[in-house]
């Protein structure tokens, strides 16, 4: 019934064989879509995948306090600026 299909890797581009083993298990589960990533694809996915930069930080000084603080935007000059712990005040009073 089913037969050994080569499908193409949407994340490396590489073939891979989807086997008629593998069509039979996803018929029984009700999947209705073919796997669009290779095994080695879908293993990195499915760890995290790969890591990105970390966020650049922004030195700020809060508005409310007047601590030193970090921020992971630009800050502007109309717009205050607030450490963690003044903005999570801030915020539960709303």
């Known amino acids: 019934m089913f037969e050994d299909k ?3 890797c949407k994340d490396c581009g590489q073939e ?3 086997t008629a083993g593998e069509q039979e298990f996803y018929a029984e589960k ?4 073919e796997p669009t990533r290779c095994r080695d694809c879908r293993r990195t996915r499915k760890n ?3 890591r990105r930069a970390p966020r650049e930080m922004f030195d700020a000084v809060c508005a409310e306090c007047g601590k030193p603080t970090k921020v992971p ?3 502007k000059t109309d717009k ?3 450490c963690s712990e003044c ?3 801030r915020r ?3």
């Not at 009700?30 to 879509?33: A, E, L, R, S």
């Open 30 to 33: 009700g999947f209705q879509n």
């Open 48 to 50: 995290g995948g790969e």
């Open 16 to 18: 891979f064989t989807f």
């Open 6 to 8: 080569v499908l193409v």
């Open 92 to 94: 539960s009073n709303y």
């Open 80 to 82: 205050p600026i607030y």
């Open 87 to 89: 903005f999570s005040a």
């Open 73 to 75: 935007f630009e800050p």
